[in-house]
């Protein structure tokens, strides 16, 4: 099997050596603002901490992390459907939750229901395995929002997997609760997979209530991360929550040819993160509220040269350009002119002059305010 780069990881790595310095701030960051080291343990008791062994790790990941997974997701279930550590799987990562996932449901000639733009792996890794994709193309013009109708047109004999990210990567749009409940009776009825992608569903800063129902179906795999939310993506944890624990075993089988086990130390710094989640994630989602705020007012200033549909939730949003500069160009100089990174629309699979917005930074002020500069000096009133 030949591995295509993923374009977005491709598009950075090419950018980076056309710059004459080193880019400073990152304005499609999809992470929340992360701890460092000694604030995150300043967190836990670590008295054990010279104690921790540094053999090899459960490949199911630790009775105590995934205890603290399961009851993360607990609260968005209702009452008969329970959780516990024999649910999660935990990963070095949400891709490769991902990828293992993939590789155990899907055969060539299956067909999958992708929402697009997204996330590029949640489209190439099925395409690498010979599989379908049958796309819901989200319209700026529709709120980037669906309906059941969108999905049942798409469906067919052949297929086996609904793919579901919400909040979405990288609209920012939130899948109503209504529409996902009638999602999970349609894959019932047909027996078809749902992997719902919920890396960010902790950015509930309207306190919305967004956790999704759809581990209380069988056949939901529910994927989760530290480092979207949480912002710690240097702790490389994410996880796979299901009720089939038959597929929990074949998705470790399958972890046995990548990673085979997750590291101790993120094992141990992660289940300081969950056991102190609350905290984590206050502080976290005030930052993006108040990320929010400012970049309202910029569009406000920007008199029409510039929309989004402000998110609900999560950390991203698809912002458009109505610049007759087309948006590549305008990521190319900002980089060049100010260390400003942001990522054009198309390397997420949506056509037109987007880019990517993270709002999830403390620095995002000083970020915005480069952007801001470079209109200034390159764009004639804009």
Not at 78 to 97: H, P, W
Not at 206 to 230: C, D, M, R, W
Not at 293 to 315: L, M, N, V, Y
Request: include cysteine.
């Amino acid at each position: 099997m030949v591995f295509k780069p993923f374009k977005h990881l491709e598009y950075i790595s090419a950018l980076r050596e056309k710059l004459p310095q080193p880019l400073l701030y990152n304005l499609s960051d999809s992470c929340a603002q992360s701890l460092n080291f000694g604030q995150l343990t300043a967190l836990g008791d670590n008295d054990h901490l010279p104690e921790l062994g540094l053999g090899y790790a459960s490949i199911a990941g630790s009775p105590q992390l995934r205890q603290s997974i399961a009851q993360l997701h607990q609260k968005s279930l209702a009452d008969k459907t329970s959780l516990n550590e024999d649910n999660v799987t935990v990963f070095c990562g949400a891709q490769e939750a991902l990828f293992a996932t993939f590789n155990h449901l899907l055969s060539a000639g299956d067909e999958v229901i992708v929402i697009t733009p997204c996330y590029p792996s949640l489209v190439a890794v099925p395409e690498q395995l010979g599989v379908t994709i049958k796309a819901i193309e989200l319209e700026f013009e529709r709120q980037w929002q669906f309906s059941i109708d969108d999905v049942k047109t798409l469906l067919s004999d052949k297929t086996r997997l609904i793919v579901l990210n919400s909040p979405h990567n990288p609209t920012g749009a939130v899948l109503e609760r209504t529409l996902a409940l009638e999602i999970i009776e349609l894959a019932r009825k047909r027996g078809i997979y749902i992997i719902s992608d919920e890396v960010s569903v902790w950015s509930d800063y309207e306190q919305t209530g967004i956790n999704h129902p759809f581990l209380a179906y069988e056949k939901t795999v529910t994927i989760g991360v530290l480092s979207k939310s949480f912002g710690l993506a240097g702790v490389r944890i994410g996880w796979a929550v299901s009720q089939d624990e038959a597929l929990l075993q074949r998705l470790r089988e399958i972890r046995g040819y990548t990673s085979i086990c997750g590291s101790a130390t993120d094992e141990y710094l992660a289940t300081i993160a969950l056991n102190n989640a609350q905290q984590i994630l206050a502080d976290n989602n005030a930052q993006i509220q108040a990320n929010i705020a400012i970049f309202a007012r910029f569009i406000t200033r920007s008199e029409g040269r510039f929309e989004w549909h402000q998110p609900k939730a999560g950390i991203l949003a698809l912002v458009k350009s109505n610049l007759t500069m087309p948006v590549r160009e305008l990521v190319e100089q900002l980089a060049i002119k100010h260390q400003t990174l942001i990522l054009p629309g198309d390397l997420f699979g949506i056509e037109g002059n987007y880019f990517r917005l993270g709002l999830g930074r403390e620095d995002f002020a000083d970020a915005l305010a480069r952007l801001e500069a470079f209109l200034d000096d390159n764009i004639t009133s804009w």
